[in-house]
């Protein structure tokens, strides 16, 4: 396995460590961020430096889309499923991560998008109102772009040894390394998805989610050869966005579009931990969670803290602001901004997947953000995913009694379902309560303590079924 080396450290709260290199100095040379991250920001700088001006054109349509989403329905029946391929690109045998840490993977972004995860019982109440399914689904492709049978999972061999490239300065020739970092950093990662310079030819991107999976590392031979790493993942936004000027849009043709991600950074059963000086970061940013984070940024969403200060947002109504990304902590204490989403000033969103919190911390989208995903398929991919409308059970397949209830219901099913999630909603649509149900034909949903009306949600697949509940 190999060696990664620190020469400069940074304290986060007292309370972390966490490794900074030369490169990521360099990047972050304004804000001084410690912290190995997401390059999609970075990413959709520098696609906009060219061209002043363009980056408010896609602001505005995010601004847009959550005009349209407050005044269209809030729950959509239609469900999105998206084919994938995983690109596996191995130098050595730890990087060539087995195919069942793929599948695992693909099962906690499907959990996650469709909040069937178990962990979303760790939503604080505050945001209950604020969350929802994204109806938005996602496959291993079984068919390759030349209508071959497939597994959707790619695996090759490479002669490269770090897709972050190679430095060639030391650290006390900052100029150069400053110029390296503007010319060259982008496109060593994007090598990744060309097999003429030792990754592996994306599929028909309009047509796949292309994933690509390696070492994504920077090799410093002046500087006790060092391997940096500066990005966990990056996503390319879309770039067919009718917003981007056709110089940017062919300035960045070359780029595979999809997903990049560090060989270490994907799976919630990967059994390659991080080392020294990363090793910080096990089980903060190896939980799978990074994944999803990723593929929100590929479907439009922004960083939660908007990638700047309290005054500056990421284009969604109903997450609150925060004055900076939480440094892979799970503080639920913090509220750095004002905002008055609910009527009450709500704490720092630190459950949300676009987030910077550690991954067992992170569990949900909100509504706005879904809605800008769901524009993004429908506006700027139109034909990588497939529509399927959801139906209702029939009243043989799913029952629910007593109905009125003074205390909870029962919900039967004709048979042993292999995997359901059951919603309470209130009145006003909120979601106040949710369990995931696997192989079995019964269960009891509990029920708020107080009197009134609320609404049980049945989604197993592409079935759904909402019974009214009157509790007395």
Known sequence: MKVLYSFIL????GISTFAQGIVQQT?????????????SHDLLLKMAHAHPGRLQKANDFLKSVQQDYHRSARYSATLYKIPVVFHVLYNTPDEDIPDAVIEGQLELLNEAFRRQNADTVNLRSDFFSLVEDSKIEFYLANQDPNGNATTGIVHKQTAITNFGGILPYNISQQTQIAQWVSDSLFYNFFRITKDSLGGDNAWDTAQYLNIWIGDMTILEPQINNAEELVFFGLSTPPVSHTNWPTATVEQFSGLGDGTLMHYQAIGPNNPVPFTAPYAVYNGKANTGKLLVHEVGHYLGLRHIWGDGNCSVDDYVDDTPRAGAQSNYDCNKNI?????????????????????????????????????VMRATLENFRVDVFTSIQTHNFSQSEVSLFPNPTFQ???VTFNKILEKATVQVLNLTGALVHQQNVTNVDQTIVELPNRTGIYFVRVLAKEQVMTFKVVKR
């Open 335 to 371: 509220n750095s901004c004002g905002d008055t989403i609910t009527g009450i000033d709500l704490p720092n969103m630190v459950e949300n997947y676009m987030d910077y919190s550690e991954g067992d911390c992170k569990n949900s989208f909100t509504k706005g953000q879904i809605a």
């Open 10 to 13: 940074f304290s986060i709260l």
């Open 27 to 39: 990047l972050n040379s304004t804000n001084k961020n410690p912290l190995v991250g997401c390059g």
């Open 408 to 410: 909870n219901v029962t």
